[in-house]
Every structure is written in C-alpha cells, then in structure tokens.
C-alpha cells in the first residue's frame, strides 16, 4: 500500500471540524501541533495591541487512495467563496515503518466500502 502525508494549518476555532471531516472521509490518527503564522496581510490591531491569532497543524498520514476525498472534504471546511480560513496539501510518502497495521485495516476496510 502507498501513504500520503495530509498536512492541514487552519486557525484553533477550525481544528475539531478539521479532523471531523478527514476521519469522516477515511482518516485515522492525526497529529496535532501549535502554530503561529504571519501572513500576506498586515497584522490586525486593537488599542495599540497586535491581535495574532493561533493556529494548529495537523498531520495524518493515509493511504493514497484516500487523498483525493479527504482534500475535497477539507475544501468544504477551509474555503468558502473566495475567502480561505487554512490551506491543506498532501505530500507522498516514499517509505514509512512504524505505523499500526489496524489502521492500515482501516485504510483497506474504507476503500472496499466505497468500490461497492
């Protein structure tokens, strides 16, 4: 079996509806870190103070076959209009050791049910 690495950043408020739709679309274990981002726009100010808001980066590392449904279900939580709350790309893995069979299972198990 092939693995991509799913990376999503996307502010705090977002995590839970992140991970919500990648397991819904066949994710499994996700890793979740602290982030902080500058980006293209200028800093938000209230009374002299920089607001800057947290994110989280989240990782999952899935079979290849489930990329594709999971980026397009993440689209529907990130990205409403023009206006883009996070940015979620996918990377292959070209060797993996360490990971838990189940959910290699889980993988397999996903992709049968969704050939019928």
């Known amino acids: 079996m092939k693995f991509t690495a799913i990376i999503v950043i996307a502010p705090d408020d977002l995590e839970d509806k992140v991970i919500q739709h990648a397991q819904r679309s066949g994710a499994t274990g996700v890793t979740i870190l602290p982030g902080k981002g500058i980006g293209g726009q200028a800093r938000k100010t209230f009374f002299g103070l920089t607001f800057e808001g947290t994110q989280s980066v989240l990782l999952m590392v899935v079979g290849s076959h489930l990329t594709a449904p999971i980026l397009k279900d993440l689209h529907q939580v990130l990205v409403k209009g023009t206006y883009s709350r996070g940015l ?23 992709r049968r049910r969704n050939e019928t």
């Open 88 to 110: 979620a790309f996918a990377i292959p893995i070209e060797h993996l050791t360490g990971i838990d069979m189940s959910q290699v299972v889980r993988f397999e198990e996903h």
